[in-house]
């Protein structure tokens, strides 16, 4: 059974960084792309970031040129975030997709908030 767990967020100032973690328990990532999505309250879930199995990355604008997207290990996607502004504020979750069945797999969410 594949599972996602995220963690690394937390309250942090404006201006300031976090390094978020996808572990995966139950299967390696190399088949699979990673994404980190954010849901602040009253608003639909936003794709933040990908990355492809070759280790491609793409980004939404909103956070182009402060987040980056990697997997590092294979059991591990990360998503560092710099220059954190108060709208990054919201919960933020990996979702794991496998390229073979196109099955998906999210986590539990991890909450980073940005405020002074």
């Known amino acids: 059974q594949v599972q996602l767990v995220e963690s690394g967020g937390g309250l942090v100032q404006p201006g300031g960084s976090l390094r978020l973690s996808c572990a995966v328990s139950?299967?390696?990532?190399?088949?699979?792309?990673m994404r980190w999505y954010r849901q602040a309250p009253g608003t639909q879930r936003e794709l933040v970031a990908t990355?492809?199995?070759?280790?491609?990355p793409s980004y939404a604008d909103s956070v182009k040129g402060r987040f980056t997207i990697s997997r590092e290990s294979k059991t591990t996607a990360y998503l560092i975030m710099n220059n954190l502004k108060p709208e990054d504020t919201a919960v933020y979750y990996c979702?794991?997709?496998?390229?073979?069945?196109?099955?998906?797999?999210w986590g539990q969410g991890t909450q980073v908030t940005v405020s002074s």
């Open positions: 990355i492809t199995t070759g280790g491609t």
């Open positions: 979702k794991a997709t496998e390229t073979t069945t196109w099955r998906d797999f």
């Open positions: 139950g299967t390696q990532l190399s088949t699979f792309v």
